[in-house]
């Protein structure tokens, strides 16, 4: 059984509560905690109506299919538009041609009316001594005349060069704006692309979680642990899984997350980085008596079978990072079942524990968590008739995602359980404002 199936639901709901988490720091950071020091889980509600359904998810599909189509014939009219620009019956380019053509007129006309200008001044200048008063007269009107000319030539051609740079002008103004319009169709384009790829995927997820398993209520989940964690420092927290249906369940997993919740005021959004807020948990069992963290090699606890009526105990020691910086967190757990007939479910709860976040000591160096230990999980009620998980880790917590395994770029399983972890969170708080608004 993979991690996938369940972690798409709640993936689908992180998606559609964006808003939600957003706003609900402040409502969490208004929240008292519980005089106790240990606090109880607070039973979830059923989320399907958070999610977004299968036909939901066509639709949404479907105007993303809309709007990519219209962004791909934009782009298209956009490269047609540039390639129009460079054909000679284009009104610019006519224009530009025609600009071009009279400025080639009027600089040769100026240029014979120059020539001309000079030939006439050169006359007078040639004009012999015996000339007649009417032969100079002549001579000098010829050179008024032709200067007259030589100026409306400079002039036409001056008005003439001017069309011709404005037209030209034009053209380049053209084509950048062209480009521009082009460069911003490819964005969108581009965009439409993501969106209508990111529609797909939670469509055919929706759909393999539809056609493969249910949500059901044949797990029981609770979880408890303290109301207040030092960073640095580790806690441990409890979690009961019982089988409620009436037959045995032969394939239980259990998966676990702990965020860090964002302060009053912090803006959380798709280019948030989730890594620094995922805290690093560590689990053990009966079974397996280690501490073993959750990586992408052991992504959850294996249960195995899990007999009608039973119940199964496992332990999670949290350790915020020594730096983490005072705030607030949440835990929460789920699991899903497999049986050898091929039925398969998820939990439709999601218990959750909320706590404060102490920053360490200043003037003191936080207590690390030893680097193996053996704990010795609280007995189970009932038959557990579980199975022997293989594989165990002594990695030490240090407070850091390489503690579990991650890396700058987390595995799928720790990315896609960081989204959860914010998704869940949000409904958390969702649900506990709606009720604090209607109490």
Same mark, same amino acid.
């Given at each position: 059984? !993979?991690?996938?199936?369940?972690?798409?639901?709640?993936?689908?709901?992180?998606?559609?509560?964006?808003?939600?988490?957003?706003?609900?720091?402040?409502?969490?950071?208004?929240?008292?905690?519980?005089?106790?020091?240990?606090?109880?889980?607070?039973?979830?509600?059923?989320?399907?109506?958070?999610?977004?359904?299968?036909?939901?998810?066509?639709?949404?599909?479907?105007?993303?299919?809309?709007?990519?189509?219209?962004?791909?014939?934009?782009?298209?009219?956009?490269?047609?538009?540039?390639?129009?620009? @460079?054909?000679?019956?284009?009104?610019?380019?006519?224009?530009?041609?025609?600009?071009?053509?009279?400025?080639?007129?009027?600089?040769?006309?100026?240029?014979?009316?120059?020539?001309?200008?000079?030939?006439?001044?050169?006359?007078?200048?040639?004009?012999?001594?015996?000339?007649? @008063?009417?032969? !100079?007269?002549?001579?000098?009107?010829?050179?008024?005349?032709?200067?007259?000319?030589?100026?409306?030539?400079?002039?036409?051609?001056?008005?003439?060069?001017?069309?011709?740079?404005?037209?030209?002008?034009?053209?380049?103004?053209?084509?950048?704006?062209?480009?521009?319009?082009?460069?911003?169709?490819?964005?969108?384009? !581009?965009? $439409?692309?993501?969106?209508?790829?990111?529609?797909?995927?939670?469509?055919?997820?929706?759909?393999?979680?539809?056609?493969?398993?249910?949500?059901?209520?044949?797990?029981?989940?609770?979880?408890?642990?303290?109301?207040?964690? /030092?960073?640095?420092?580790?806690?441990?927290?409890?979690?009961?899984?019982?089988?409620?249906?009436?037959?045995?369940?032969?394939?239980?997993?259990?998966?676990?997350?702990?965020?860090?919740?964002?302060?009053?005021?912090?803006?959380?959004?798709?280019?948030?980085?989730?890594?620094?807020?995922?805290?690093?948990?560590?689990?053990?069992?009966?079974?397996?008596?280690?501490?073993?963290?959750?990586?992408?090699?052991?992504?959850?606890?294996?249960?195995?079978?899990?007999?009608?009526?039973?119940?199964?105990?496992?332990?999670?020691?949290?350790?915020?990072? $020594?730096?983490?910086?005072?705030?607030?967190?949440?835990?929460?757990?789920?699991?899903?079942?497999?049986?050898?007939?091929?039925?398969?479910?998820?939990?439709?709860?999601?218990?959750?524990? @909320?706590?404060?976040?102490?920053?360490?000591?200043?003037?003191?160096?936080? /207590?690390?968590?030893?680097?193996?230990?053996?704990?010795?999980?609280?007995?189970? /009620?009932?038959?557990?008739?579980?199975?022997?998980?293989?594989?165990?880790?002594?990695?030490?917590?240090?407070?850091?995602?390489?503690?579990?395994?991650?890396?700058?770029?987390?595995?799928?399983?720790?990315?896609?359980?960081?989204?959860?972890?914010?998704?869940?969170?949000?409904?958390?708080?969702?649900?506990?404002?709606?009720?604090?608004?209607?109490?």
């Amino acid at each position: 059984m !993979k991690i996938r199936r369940i972690l798409a639901t709640a993936v689908a709901a992180a998606v559609t509560t964006p808003v939600v988490f957003l706003s609900a720091a402040p409502a969490f950071a208004d929240t008292k905690p519980a005089a106790p020091q240990s606090q109880k889980p607070s039973s979830h509600e059923d989320d399907e109506d958070d999610m977004p359904s299968v036909e939901e998810l066509k639709a949404a599909v479907a105007a993303a299919r809309k709007a990519y189509d219209e962004a791909v014939a934009e782009v298209a009219e956009a490269e047609a538009a540039i390639e129009a620009l @460079d054909k000679a019956d284009h009104p610019l380019r006519a224009a530009l041609s025609t600009a071009r053509q009279t400025a080639e007129a009027a600089a040769a006309a100026k240029t014979a009316a120059d020539e001309a200008l000079a030939k006439a001044e050169e006359a007078v200048t040639k004009l012999p001594e015996t000339a007649t @008063d009417e032969e !100079k007269k002549a001579a000098a009107d010829a050179v008024t005349a032709a200067k007259k000319t030589a100026d409306e030539a400079a002039a036409a051609k001056t008005a003439a060069d001017a069309k011709a740079k404005e037209a030209q002008k034009a053209v380049e103004d053209a084509n950048v704006a062209a480009f521009h319009v082009l460069g911003l169709a490819q964005k969108v384009e !581009k965009a $439409a692309k993501r969106d209508l790829d990111e529609a797909k995927e939670a469509l055919e997820i929706a759909e393999e979680i539809e056609g493969e398993c249910k949500v059901d209520d044949a797990l029981k989940l609770t979880l408890s642990g303290p109301k207040t964690l /030092t960073a640095g420092k580790p806690a441990v927290f409890s979690l009961r899984l019982t089988n409620t249906s009436d037959h045995a369940l032969d394939v239980v997993d259990a998966f676990a997350n702990a965020v860090r919740l964002p302060d009053p005021g912090e803006e959380i959004d798709d280019e948030t980085a989730l890594q620094g807020r995922l805290i690093p948990i560590e689990w053990s069992s009966p079974d397996v008596l280690e501490w073993t963290p959750f990586t992408d090699k052991y992504e959850s606890v294996d249960v195995g079978r899990l007999a009608k009526g039973a119940s199964y105990d496992v332990k999670l020691r949290l350790t915020v990072a $020594a730096d983490a910086p005072a705030g607030r967190g949440v835990a929460f757990a789920y699991a899903e079942y497999e049986n050898n007939d091929g039925s398969c479910g998820m939990s439709d709860d999601y218990p959750d524990v @909320d706590f404060v976040i102490k920053a360490a000591d200043k003037g003191g160096k936080p /207590t690390p968590a030893p680097s193996e230990t053996t704990a010795t999980p609280a007995p189970t /009620t009932g038959t557990t008739n579980t199975t022997q998980q293989g594989g165990s880790s002594n990695t030490p917590v240090t407070g850091t995602l390489a503690a579990t395994g991650a890396n700058d770029t987390l595995p799928l399983g720790l990315a896609a359980a960081g989204a959860v972890a914010l998704g869940a969170g949000a409904m958390v708080v969702a649900r506990r404002r709606k009720a604090g608004a209607s109490a």
